[in-house]
């Protein structure tokens, strides 16, 4: 968190997960409390950053989304969110509904803006079209999958037609397609989110990148994990991208991306 603060990094994006441990302190959402306790230590100041949360929908109708958010900024210690994600909604969820919903959290200060998060392209056309018959905000932004490997979410026929038409900038996430972009899987016996997964025909779609893209790193003497941030940085309506880092140095490395050029940025694009 530091070291993302002295890059200038200012967009910080929680999210609420469930202890899955049986040791945390609370059941639900104990990530948004640690994430808090960082932001106070690593010496953030609440009015330079940019803060996002997420809706999950996981208790709905029992639980509003006033109940969820308020129970979100509880447990982060945060008055307010500058940005709150829809995620894919549950069944008997509409479009008009979640308007509504975020419409209120809007209203009352809880959220200053709001987006989607993998949604399809039919669902956020309707989501903009009934924002603006109600006169209220419409979605700003959709996080969505966007990779090397993986750029239908963004490129595909139908999105970019969803896209333009709503008017939201993209959020990228799974940049590194789960850390099968950084290079760590070439090394024996890597641990990771997909060390149990390598077989899997996406991952291995991913891994089959790490030679030309480690090439491609050496020659112009940056990461492959910087490269391939830089590609989704690049992407059309993008305008920034999610990264976890466990490290301080991943955090510089993975910024990076930002020094990466034109003329390189082509290169990628034809891997």
């Known amino acids: ?70 129970g979100s900024l509880g447990r982060m210690g945060l008055d307010y969110v500058d940005l709150i994600y829809a995620t894919w909604p549950p069944k008997n969820l509409g479009a008009e509904e979640i308007v509504d919903g975020v419409a209120g959290l809007l209203a009352a200060g809880r959220a200053r803006a709001w987006g989607v998060v993998n949604w399809p392209p039919e669902l956020l056309r309707e989501a903009t079209r009934v924002a603006a018959a109600r006169g209220v905000p419409a979605p700003c932004c959709a996080q969505l999958p966007y990779s090397l490997v993986s750029r239908s979410w963004v490129e595909g026929i139908d999105e970019v037609d969803a896209l333009a038409e709503s008017g939201v900038a993209v959020v990228a996430s799974a940049v590194l397609a789960s850390g099968a972009l950084s290079g760590k899987y070439a090394e024996p016996r890597a641990s990771g989110r997909v060390a149990g997964r390598l077989d899997d025909p996406t991952v291995r779609q991913a891994l089959a990148l790490g030679p030309p893209l480690r090439e491609l790193s050496e020659r112009h003497a940056t990461t492959p994990a910087a490269l391939a941030i830089a590609f989704a940085l690049g992407g059309p309506r993008v305008a920034s991208v999610l990264f976890g880092a466990t490290r301080a140095e991943q955090v510089r490395e993975n910024a990076r991306a930002l020094e990466v050029g034109p003329d390189v940025l082509a290169e990628l694009r034809s891997l």
């Open 1 to 70: 968190m530091r070291a993302a603060r002295e890059l200038g990094i200012d967009f910080l994006d929680d999210a609420r997960y469930d202890d899955e441990t049986g040791k945390a302190p609370v059941a639900t959402g104990y990530s948004e409390v640690v994430f808090g306790e960082l932001f106070r230590a690593a010496g953030w100041q609440r009015d330079e950053v940019v803060v996002a949360n997420k809706l999950w929908f996981e208790f709905w109708p029992e639980q509003s989304v006033q109940e969820e958010l308020d």
